[in-house]
């Protein structure tokens, strides 16, 4: 009896499965994808080192995390820290006994996501942030605890800068392991999902604009011309009629090549071999030729290389049986330039498509539609007029993103440009793929859009993704980055207007929420209420209330303005601008600003002890410092406070306490030391010299804040030391990472530097003030004054002013 090839890993209870490869790329951040089967308890563990086959969780006394999906005989979710439960939730991701179920589990600097679903990021269930997270957990183990759990396809991945994974490198990891596990797990091939592969059209009369009469009982075979049309070497002229005759063949034969055609994998009795061979032969279907011969010849050289009647498998060589998903047309034997020239050009087209208001799209084919998109399917086959015409117009749809929809439908790419309006037409056809079901598309989407994320286009998405519910991770984290740069999106654009109040809202009561000041959630609000034409401050709002009523000016959002004016924290602001807003028309027109200011006022003057606990009370976790510029040479700037420690002692060098960290563009030497740059004492020599960067001579001064701590740049200072050699073109610099740079000041012919050892400070005005950043440098674009050594960089003090984080 044929003995079935288990693939998967089975641990048994008490135990734990490890493996080298099984690692994250970066301690502390990583995410694991895997596929589980168990009555409960399907146990992942996180270590900073690799565990034994005997090791147990329960036992360990070293730092690690441990997730247990289905505690408590599959009724609970439990997070454990280094033994100690932290999270203990009911019926939340709970284990399948009936098949595999597909998990993933990421760890990012101390958050851990849980989510269900073969892609990561989707279809989150939980997400925990531990206060004080380890940073150092790198090796995955597969555990258990009374039962066994089968554990497949585990993957280890990578966290991109937006944590989000390169989904499609989910690829089919497999362990060959135990099986004695329960043994009614769904073979391959066994249960075709429908429109999980061009599979469920073998045989299919839905759709089919071709049959073949086979064999002598002539038994009627339908199929589909574009997919046969695009078999390796087969002749097109076959497919000008409708009908076509195959007499010297049998069914078996006949039905073992279209399997082979539409899913990549065959079966046939050995016997049989020789015929499905010639009719491959026949249609040029060189691929199964090829495996018909080595078949065929591998069974002269052992006749007991198969069990007497028994099918030989075939399968093409690219073919993942056991890879969920359309398997179209990368992993069967099709010719992709083929079927993509059929595109172009419309034959075998079966269905044209147009766009109200704008007119034909082009010509397509049903069956291609129907393997990527359950709608279109049900559309073409359930009666409705499309069903029997050869026309079908749809409204309310973007051509452009409907153009590349339908490209990636032959293709299987997402092929974006890198335009002004890449993000709209992005968004568009994201919203295509989620109107039509395609997953995978969708999925790309996802993952292209979170590559893409910056503080410049989470307001478009914000405008649209909280509509499309299967979007809630991309949605989190665009209101976190906005939260993250609140100032900045608020201040450079008006896109922010056009939030609905219930992302505006989640964003004012984010736990992250970063801002310079309360006066500017304050301006941000009103803004969002009044939506202007131009931006503006609440004093020109109060000017506007003096011959206007609070329902004429913001109309119909006056009510939601009620909603969030409670979220400015007014306790934060001085107790003098309070004074100014509680004689304001605001206040007299607002009852509920109004009663805020006078709360506020009442808590700054006389303190209530118990009420100080509330939120609104309370500085916000993320703030900043403000260190603002008030003379050349003093005390203000950053260098100096990281120098008090932040406050805390006496200053000293930040470079020499290891607080800071300042790099030159030349070896460091007796003339080009960093902590001259920090020093408060003048220093007559003080340079660096000229390197080679993309074939142009640069020359720079760069400090690094540090890992944990960014700057809003507003101001900076420098020193010119004892020479002459003064700066004419340069940049001013920050970056996030210390690889791509950001210009905050451009340096033009700039002649403020003019005597040796003089100061001279700038201003950064505009939106990039308003961007943190951990790294900043000072970059000489263009020849100084100094003819003998026109590239050499001679300052000797630098200081940056702003708000710190």
Not at 37 to 45: G, I, Q, Y
Not at 108 to 127: A, E, H, T
Not at 526 to 535: C, I, K, R
Request: aromatic share 12%; hydrophobic share 35%; charged share 20%.
């Amino acid at each position: 009896m044929e003995k079935k090839q288990r693939k998967f890993l089975t641990v048994a209870p008490f135990e734990c499965a490890w493996r080298d490869d099984l690692r994250f790329k970066e301690a502390g951040r990583g995410c694991v994808a895997f596929e589980a089967f168990a009555h409960n308890d399907v146990t992942v563990v996180f270590r900073e080192q690799l565990g034994s086959q005997h090791y147990h969780y329960k036992r360990d006394n070293s730092p690690h995390y441990t997730v247990i999906i289905g505690s408590h005989r599959n009724r609970r979710l439990k997070i454990e820290v280094d033994g100690t439960t932290a999270v203990d939730e009911a019926g939340l991701g709970l284990c399948c006994s009936s098949a595999f179920q597909s998990y993933w589990i990421s760890i990012c600097d101390g958050l851990i996501s849980i989510g269900k679903g073969r892609y990561p990021f989707q279809n989150l269930v939980f997400q925990w942030l531990d206060e004080k997270p380890n940073c150092s957990v790198q090796y995955v183990g597969l555990s258990s605890w009374d039962k066994h759990v089968g554990y497949r396809n585990v993957n280890v991945l990578p966290l991109t800068q937006n944590h989000i994974s390169l989904w499609k490198h989910v690829d089919c990891g497999e362990y060959k392991g135990e099986d004695d596990i329960e043994e009614d797990l769904r073979d391959g091939f066994g249960n075709f999902d429908n429109h999980q592969g061009l599979g469920s059209f073998l045989e299919n009369w839905e759709l089919s604009d071709v049959y073949f009469i086979v064999g002598d009982r002539e038994r009627p075979v339908p199929g589909h011309k574009v997919i046969l049309a695009a078999v390796d070497n087969i002749d097109l002229s076959l497919f000008d009629q409708d009908v076509i005759l195959i007499k010297d063949v049998t069914y078996p034969v006949f039905h073992a090549f279209l399997r082979f055609i539409y899913t990549g994998f065959t079966q046939i009795p050995e016997p049989l071999l020789g015929s499905l061979r010639d009719l491959s032969l026949q249609f040029g279907a060189t691929s199964l030729v090829k495996q018909c011969e080595n078949m065929i010849d591998r069974f002269k050289l052992n006749k007991k290389l198969f069990d007497s009647g028994k099918n030989v498998e075939i399968s093409y060589p690219n073919s993942q049986p056991h890879c969920g998903g359309p398997a179209f047309p990368s992993r069967l034997p099709l010719n992709m330039q083929k079927i993509e020239q059929f595109h172009k050009t419309g034959a075998f087209g079966d269905i044209d498509i147009s766009i109200e208001g704008h007119g034909p799209i082009g010509r397509s084919h049903k069956v291609i539609l129907g393997l990527w998109s359950l709608p279109f399917m049900k559309m073409f086959t359930n009666g409705m007029s499309e069903s029997v015409s050869s026309e079908v117009c749809l409204k309310d749809v973007s051509p452009k993103a409907f153009k590349m929809m339908m490209e990636y439908f032959y293709n299987g790419g997402l092929y974006l440009e890198d335009t002004v309006d890449s993000n709209v037409v992005l968004l568009e056809l994201l919203l295509l793929a989620d109107q039509f079901g395609v997953s995978l598309l969708h999925q790309d989407c996802c993952k292209t859009l979170l590559e893409r994320l910056s503080e410049g286009s989470v307001c478009l998405i914000l405008q649209v993704i909280p509509s499309i519910h299967s979007c809630k991770i991309i949605e989190e984290t665009c209101e976190r980055i906005f939260t993250k740069h609140f100032d900045y999106c608020t201040t450079a654009s008006s896109d922010f207007l056009l939030l609905d109040e219930s992302t505006f809202s989640n964003i004012l009561q984010h736990q992250d929420l970063t801002v310079t000041s309360e006066e500017r959630v304050l301006n941000a609000i009103l803004m969002w209420g009044l939506q202007p034409n131009e931006l503006s401050n609440w004093e020109k709002v109060d000017n506007i209330l003096s011959y206007m009523t609070p329902e004429d000016l913001f109309g119909t959002r006056i009510q939601s303005l009620n909603v969030l004016l409670p979220f400015v924290r007014f306790s934060l602001l001085p107790l003098c601008l309070l004074t100014k807003m509680e004689n304001s028309n605001l206040s007299m027109k607002i009852r509920t600003f109004y009663y805020l200011v006078k709360e506020a006022i009442t808590f700054l003057e006389e303190g209530f002890p118990t009420s100080g606990s509330h939120p609104k009370f309370q500085h916000r976790q993320s703030s900043f410092k403000e260190l603002q510029y008030i003379r050349d040479g003093d005390s203000n700037g950053v260098l100096y406070y990281v120098g008090t420690s932040y406050g805390k002692h006496q200053w000293v060098n930040p470079v020499l306490a290891k607080k800071i960290s300042i790099m030159a563009s030349n070896p460091i030497s007796r003339y080009t030391d960093p902590k001259v740059l920090a020093s408060r004492t003048y220093q007559g020599t003080s340079f660096t010299g000229p390197r080679i960067e993309e074939g142009k001579n640069c020359s720079w001064w760069m400090v690094d804040l540090g890992i944990d701590h960014q700057l809003m740049c507003n101001y900076y200072t420098l020193r010119q030391d004892g020479s002459k050699a003064f700066m004419r073109h340069w940049n001013f610099q920050g970056s996030p990472d210390g690889k791509i740079w950001t210009n905050l000041r451009i340096h033009e012919n700039d002649q403020t530097l003019s005597e040796p050892g003089q100061f001279a400070s700038w201003a950064i005005t505009g939106p990039n003030a308003l961007l943190p950043f951990r790294y900043f440098r000072v970059a000489l674009i263009g020849p100084t004054t100094d003819d003998i050594n026109p590239w050499t960089l001679c300052i000797c003090f630098l200081e940056l002013y702003g708000y710190l984080h």
